[in-house]
């Protein structure tokens, strides 16, 4: 069992919509949750960070971490054709050890 | 502004040929990571360093070196590039153990 598990997608959704990414995970030890965009041949870039169970807005982008239930979501409100790209979940355990999701390829239609 | 850089954006290598994959970044960051990213696999990790001099491997590391003599520069060393090393490399850094931030990455082709 692969240590974060994450929906490959793709995913293609109307512009405005409300769009739900999400990764599940095994080991409780992970302490800290990230989300990265990797827009089409660029590096990923960090979009939220969390460490704690709960919800953390960033304007349309919400990060939800549910440590009782293993699993993450990234929340994007009013879709935009900008948001097209490619959403990593990222965890880090105790040992500051980094475990990436395979990402989830998003398309925002105009 | 954290800033990773990579040497190269693109690289077309043939079988065999010593592949040398630079990566500097500018915020003093203790650790620094090399990994391939591939369709299908997402980010596979190959080696990383927590200090001058120091390397540790990755999950993935058979067929590449690293070399850091400076605490702001990480090389890859692709020792004999072969063809099932054509993929996405990215260098990565962080500040113990908080978010990495990621280089543009460099597209290598070998053929």
């Known amino acids: 069992q692969k240590e974060v598990e994450q929906d490959p997608g793709p995913l293609s959704v109307p512009e405005g919509a409300i769009v739900s990414l999400n990764c599940t995970y095994s080991n409780s030890a992970f302490q800290y949750f990230m989300w990265y965009r990797q827009y089409s041949r660029k590096g990923p870039e960090l979009l939220m960070y969390t460490y704690s169970s709960g919800n953390k807005e960033d304007g349309r982008f919400t990060a939800q971490v549910d440590k009782s239930s293993k699993y993450i979501s990234l929340f994007i409100r009013d879709s935009q054709p900008s948001d097209s790209a490619t959403y990593l979940c990222?965890?880090?355990?105790?040992?500051?050890?980094?475990?990436f999701g395979t990402g989830t390829s998003l398309t925002v239609i105009p | 502004d954290v800033k990773v850089t990579q040497s190269s954006r693109y690289l077309v290598k043939r079988t065999g040929e010593k592949v040398f994959l630079e990566c500097v970044q500018d915020?003093?960051?203790?650790?620094m990571f090399w990994y391939r990213q591939d369709p299908g696999l997402g980010l596979r990790l190959i080696y990383f360093s927590y200090d001058v001099k120091m390397k540790e491997k990755g999950d993935i590391p058979e067929g590449y070196s690293v070399s850091r003599e400076k605490k702001e520069r990480f090389s890859l060393i692709l020792e004999s590039a072969s063809t099932n090393q054509t993929s996405m490399y990215l260098c990565?850094?962080?500040?113990?153990?908080?978010?990495?931030?990621f280089g543009p990455g460099t597209r290598l082709t070998v053929t």
């Open positions: 990222a965890m880090v355990n105790e040992g500051n050890q980094f475990y």
């Open positions: 915020m003093d960051h203790e650790n």
């Open positions: 990565a850094s962080d500040r113990i153990g908080l978010e990495q931030y």
